[in-house]
């Protein structure tokens, strides 16, 4: 069983630390916020791996940081702080889609599909935002 109550230990912690982490740090902390309330939800959580200085791009397929799954949910999911995703970002994750709803597909396969853009605001005039913002795309 998991101990959820270390989910607002984690919480205080990052707002504590917020203006002393890296911008890396900061990313991290994000998506381990992100995979302690899917896991509450009772998804199975994978993380894609830390960058590194030769390893640049390790997102889950070039585009997601978290891959969530249950028995009749699968959530692609990109992680950011403080942005919405762009015009060519959106292109790039709604071609993901695409892709995935290949024509020759089980229809009951993409519908228990989502790609999710989640923003958490941490800055800035949207202090009446602060927190998450998820997007479906």
């Not at 830390?50 to 969530?68: C, E, H, M, V």
Request: charged share 30%.
């Amino acid at each position: 069983a998991t101990d959820y109550s270390r989910d607002n230990t984690v919480l205080n912690r990052i707002q504590e630390r917020w203006n002393m982490m890296s911008n890396r740090s900061k990313g991290m902390a994000i998506e381990r916020l992100a995979q302690l309330e899917l896991e509450k939800e009772g998804y199975l959580v994978q993380r894609a791996p830390p960058s590194y200085r030769w390893n640049k791009q390790t997102d889950l397929f070039g585009l997601f940081d978290i891959i969530a799954l249950t028995s009749n949910h699968y959530r692609f999911i990109q992680v950011k702080t403080n942005c919405l995703p762009t015009d060519d970002q959106r292109k790039k994750l709604q071609s993901f889609l695409n892709f995935i709803k290949h024509p020759h597909a089980k229809e009951h396969i993409y519908q228990q599909l989502s790609v999710e853009w989640w923003c958490y605001w941490k800055r800035g005039k949207r202090k009446n935002k602060h927190g998450w913002e998820k997007i479906n795309i």
